[in-house]
């Protein structure tokens, strides 16, 4: 594995390795790491700056730490996990791929994540999240967790505003505050539950080490545009 120290290699060292397996050491808010990488497996020390993975588009990134804002902006292929929290705007515009998150999220996660065909983004976090989660949402799939916050709220105000396709999962007994009317919400059954959400989070729970039967124990909650209430039809492929 390439170590790459970047305060005293720059980033351009890390593009000269596109491809390969690098650990990337000393982050301190540097932007921009890991931007359009198409190929090879990156693992970060420290803690990258904005718009870390943005328009990834095939390639891995680990993170061991925390992430700051625009994280994984208009990502389109790839996966991205972190073992720490993340600021706001993560996976604004995402497209496809996916966004392992182990702690908390900010404010506007997940804003116009969207999907086509068979590409789809997926956005897990395990901790809670901020105001305005998949706000204008276009498709693919957020789920929220909530460990560690059992019995507490795990996304702040106006969840789903403005959303027309997607679904949003929340594993928590209670429905979020201040649902939009034209929004729908309903507890998931076993059968959705064992098919869709299940598969996602198991390999959540794999890359960070954390038993799939802890993460997927209670109920969930699914979040969706009432199709009778929006204009979905005019933005989605049916």
């Known amino acids: 594995m390439k170590v790459i120290d970047i305060r005293k290699d720059g980033q351009s060292e890390i593009r000269r390795h596109e491809g390969e397996e ?73 497209r496809g791929g996916k966004v392992y998150i182990l702690g908390n999220a900010g404010y506007r996660a997940g804003v116009h994540m969207k ?52 679904t949003i999962y929340l594993r928590s007994g209670e429905m979020p505050p201040n649902l939009s009317e034209k929004l729908k919400s309903r507890y998931v059954g076993d059968m959705e539950k064992e098919e869709v959400i299940s598969p996602v989070v198991t390999d959540f729970a794999h890359r960070f080490g954390l038993s799939p039967k802890r993460c997927l124990e209670g109920t969930f909650i699914a979040i969706e545009p009432d199709e009778s209430k929006t204009n979905s039809q005019l933005y989605v492929a049916v």
């Not at 925390?66 to 972190?82: C, E, H, K, R």
């Not at 956005?123 to 909530?146: N, Q």
């Open 22 to 94: 690098i650990l990337v050491k000393g982050c301190l808010g540097e932007r921009y790491i890991g931007e359009g990488l198409k190929s090879g497996r990156m693992h970060i020390e420290g803690t990258p700056g904005n718009a870390l993975a943005s328009y990834l588009d095939g390639g891995e990134i680990y993170v061991d730490g925390n992430v700051q804002d625009a994280v994984a902006d208009t990502m389109n292929a790839g996966l991205l996990a972190v073992k720490g929290s993340a600021g706001d705007a993560l996976c604004y515009g995402m």
């Open 115 to 166: 999907a086509y065909e068979e590409k789809k983004g997926i956005l897990v976090i395990g901790g809670k999240t901020g105001s305005f989660l998949g706000e204008y949402l276009a498709g693919g799939m957020i789920i929220v967790l909530g460990l560690g916050y059992e019995g507490e709220r795990i996304t702040g105000y106006f969840c789903g505003n403005g959303m027309y396709s997607g």
